[in-house]
């Protein structure tokens, strides 16, 4: 019997199956690695690079890079650690995230990772651009101010809930998330609270109505414990605080 | 050998007084701080003028120029500085007015507002300009340490305040860490 491939990260040994990622490993092995576009559940997409790791010395995405015997992987040291937090700062800048006013706040996978980072502040210079909110839903909020274009909505909405509800509109700097229809506001749509497009936001911008602010501030879902020992929020039965549906 | 005091100064720019009320949210351990510090120019002492500081403490960011003005003279007079909470470090909740034209805001308040006689928009030559947005004090001035939280609670002030004091390097536990 042939022995199972092997990596290390950060020098623990950890086993993998032929044509798993780096990511994919370090899960199911139970190592966390912050990532915020990256949901097992998903194809990965590679776009956030919050889960940079070094691979035998090299800077690469964890969620896309395939586990290989033998590979020497980095994620928890000073230089990988300082390059995501970078990726946050700019993250924060870029939109805008006034959290003491967001409803997601505690509960935020975005806040999360910048908390596990260390971020203490966003460093760069804010941005502050004027994104509109998106209120026509009846059940549905869209606060597009703290969208990270992560696409997790946009996979979710085409791949699970057959919906094709969002999509990413516009290139680089002007790459933004829109609604597919003719007036571009989601009352127009089918979408539903129990789409799957509405549980896999790790950031505030989709929200539900109606309810908000339910659990008191120091019971939130990372309020006591970092998301690498509580998990993501998306992967989480709303009755622990989590958004994925019971 | 008399140990001198470090002189401490403190103000609150574009910010509710929040994190000045968590800073008296320390409570007994405002006598400790008091044996270690002087507070010179700060709402706790009233004091107006600024003198040659060890620590400067910001609440707020700025939205007009008396604000980048007393700013500056922080910068100057403060060896180390420090942005308190969401507001200095973000813009906080004031900066949500940069969704919107400036005339538009002192319109919606002064001209729109509910239950206005004469209304006016108040133009008196005391009143510091208003800038066109709120920014953070990073954006101006360079900044030692950030402390954030709306506000940060007085245990993660307790515990800036004693490492800084004590010499030894920042370490807040997680869960003094927030960004709310
Ligand atoms: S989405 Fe998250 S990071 Fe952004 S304002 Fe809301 S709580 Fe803060
Ligand atoms: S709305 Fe949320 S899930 Fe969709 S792209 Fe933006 S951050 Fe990602």
């Given at each position: 019997m042939s022995e199972e491939p092997r990596f290390t990260l950060d020098g623990r040994t950890v086993p993998f199956q032929d044509g798993q990622t780096i990511m994919a490993a370090a899960l199911a092995a139970g190592i966390y690695i912050p990532h915020l576009?990256?949901?097992?559940?998903?194809?990965?997409?590679?776009?956030?690079?919050?889960?940079l790791v070094k691979v035998n010395g090299r800077m690469q995405a964890s969620c896309t890079t395939p586990a290989a015997a033998g590979q020497v992987v980095q994620s928890e040291i000073d230089e990988v650690r300082e390059i995501r937090r970078g990726l946050l700062q700019m993250l924060f800048v870029e939109g805008n995230h006034v959290c003491p006013a967001c409803e997601k706040s505690g509960a935020c996978q975005l806040q999360a990772v910048a908390y596990y980072v260390g971020?203490?502040?966003?460093h760069y210079t804010h941005f502050y651009p004027r994104r509109p909110v998106d209120a026509s839903h009846p059940d549905a909020l869209i606060d597009?101010?703290?969208?990270?274009?992560?696409?997790l909505c946009v996979r979710a909405s085409r791949e699970?809930?057959?919906?094709?509800?969002f999509a990413v509109q516009g290139r680089g700097i002007k790459a933004h998330l829109v609604v597919n229809t003719p007036s571009g506001?989601?009352?127009?749509?089918?979408?539903?609270?129990?789409?799957k497009a509405a549980q896999v936001?790790?950031?505030?911008t989709i929200l539900s109505k109606?309810?908000?602010?339910e659990i008191p501030i120091g019971q939130r879902l990372y309020d006591r414990k970092p998301i690498n020992v509580v998990g993501d929020v998306a992967a989480l039965a709303v009755s622990k605080g989590g958004r994925r549906h019971d | 050998m008399i140990e001198s005091k470090l002189k401490v100064a403190t103000c609150s720019l574009c910010g509710c007084f929040g994190c000045h009320m968590s800073l008296l949210d320390l409570d007994e351990r405002l006598f400790d701080l008091a044996e270690k510090v002087e507070f010179d120019r700060s709402p706790l002492t009233d004091l107006k003028e600024l003198g040659e500081c060890d620590i400067g403490i910001i609440e707020g960011g700025i939205a007009n120029v008396e604000n980048v003005h007393t700013l500056l003279e922080f910068r100057a007079r403060c060896k180390i500085l420090i942005a308190m909470g969401a507001c200095a470090i973000?813009?906080?909740?004031?900066?949500?007015?940069?969704?919107?034209?400036l005339k538009d805001c002192l319109e919606e308040s002064y001209?729109?507002?509910?239950?206005?006689?004469?209304a006016q928009i108040p133009n008196d030559p005391e009143i510091p300009l208003l800038l066109d947005q709120v920014h953070p004090i990073h954006e101006v001035v360079k900044i030692d340490y950030f402390l954030p939280g709306c506000p940060p609670s007085a245990d993660t002030i307790w515990t800036f305040v004693t490492q800084l004091l004590a010499g030894q390097p920042i370490a807040l536990p997680y869960t003094q860490i927030h960004y709310d």
């Open positions: 576009c990256f949901n097992p559940e998903f194809t990965p997409h590679g776009s956030c690079r919050v889960c971020m203490l502040a966003p597009f101010n703290r969208c990270i274009l992560c696409e699970v809930d057959g919906k094709n509800v506001k989601l009352g127009a749509t089918d979408f539903s609270l129990s789409d936001c790790p950031t505030g109606h309810s908000g602010y | 973000s813009g906080g909740i004031p900066a949500m007015r940069n969704h919107y034209e001209t729109r507002g509910i239950g206005l006689v004469d």
